[in-house]
T-cell receptor, first 113, second 114 residues
């Protein structure tokens, strides 16, 4: 069981480019959650997805950010036209039904230059 | 407003000593409270999880307490080791959203010196 896999671990983008962050949940997990951690800040909830459905996106900025969890393949967090303020660590977690086995990945550190 | 406050913000102790970290929350309705350990550059790893009816839970040298009436929790670390150096995060889940939203404290940065 490889755990929650996030890639890339580090991502550097110039302002205006797109960033794509990937998260493969633990085997058997069908719930995925994305969090953002700014320097010196706690993790902030962004979005909660199940396969092919967005359940709760109340923590995600309305513009430039989108997330998906397709039937096949990893969950993707997409940030369009990145700005310096998007620089942060983005963590993904997955769980089974009822929140069982809630586990975090190691995160993707996005740096916008 | 649902919030989780932790204290102290940072703490330095000598190897072998004990320490206690504090967490106060205002999250409602309450579902459970978790303590996580986050090593630098890594994702959070769960240490303990407690529901409303539990007031203490241990995991090796880590012991968490919960007072649901005063909405306070503590994490006690016994006989600290150098590997305990990390950020310790208090996380509270509510019952309001579909599966329970997690609210994170900012963490206490613990440094253990030899």
């Amino acid at each position: 069981n490889a755990g929650v896999m996030q890639n890339p671990r580090h991502l550097v983008r110039r302002r205006g480019q797109e960033a794509r962050l990937r998260c493969s949940p633990m085997k058997g997990h069908s719930h995925v959650y994305w969090y953002r951690q700014l320097p010196e800040e706690g993790l902030k909830f962004m979005v909660y997805l199940q396969k092919e459905n967005i359940i709760d996106e109340s923590g995600m900025p309305k513009e430039r950010f989108s997330a998906e969890f397709p039937k096949e393949g990893p969950s993707i967090l997409r940030i369009q036209q990145v700005v310096r303020g998007d620089s942060a660590a983005y963590f993904c977690a997955s769980s089974g039904t009822g929140g069982n086995g809630y586990t975090f990945g190691s995160g993707t550190r996005l740096t916008v230059v | 407003k649902n919030q989780v406050e932790q204290s102290p913000q940072s703490l330095i102790i000598l190897e072998g000593k004990n320490c206690t970290l504090q967490c106060n929350y205002t999250v409602s309705p309450f579902s459970n409270l978790r303590w996580y350990k986050q090593d630098t550059g890594r994702g959070p790893v769960s240490l303990t999880i407690m529901t409303f009816s539990e007031n203490t839970k241990s995991n090796g040298r880590y012991t968490a307490t919960l007072d649901a009436d005063t909405k306070q929790s503590s994490l006690h670390i016994t006989a600290s080791q150098l590997s305990d150096s990390a950020s310790y995060i208090c996380v509270v889940s509510d019952r309001g959203s579909t599966l329970g939203r997690l609210y994170f404290g900012r963490g206490t940065q613990l440094t253990v010196w030899p």
